[in-house]
Nanobody, 121 residues
């Protein structure tokens, strides 16, 4: 059974930091691109960052560059998101996603249940 379990969310003051974790099980973690996405109330889910299976290619949404760092530990089947200099507009539910292209027509994708991040004084 595939599971992605996010943790590390919470309430933080503006300018503060949080580290999110996503523990994976039930699939070959090291073969999947991992990503963090977020969804604020009333808004569509948006990309935060992605990291390829070996960590060799990392991408960030422009608004997160320089503040957020995605990393992974394939030995622990875990992906992380270090968030620094947090702003109120970073408030959202943060989701972990695993994806892998299986063929030209097929992509496997799994989502976690999300963890709430609230940035407020």
């Amino acid at each position: 059974q595939v599971q992605l379990v996010e943790s590390g969310g919470g309430l933080v003051q503006p300018g503060g930091s949080l580290r999110l974790s996503c523990a994976a099980s039930g699939f070959t973690f090291s073969s999947y691109t991992m990503g963090w996405y977020r969804q604020a109330p009333g808004k569509e889910r948006e990309l935060v960052a992605t990291i390829t299976s070996t960590g060799g290619n990392i991408n960030y949404a422009d608004s997160m560059k320089g503040r957020f760092t995605i990393s992974r530990d394939n030995a622990k089947n875990t992906v992380y998101l270090q968030m620094n200099s947090l702003k109120p507009e970073d408030t959202a539910v943060y989701y972990c996603k695993a994806s892998r292209t299986l063929s030209v027509f097929t992509t496997a994708a799994y989502w976690g249940q999300g963890t709430q991040v609230t940035v407020s004084s």
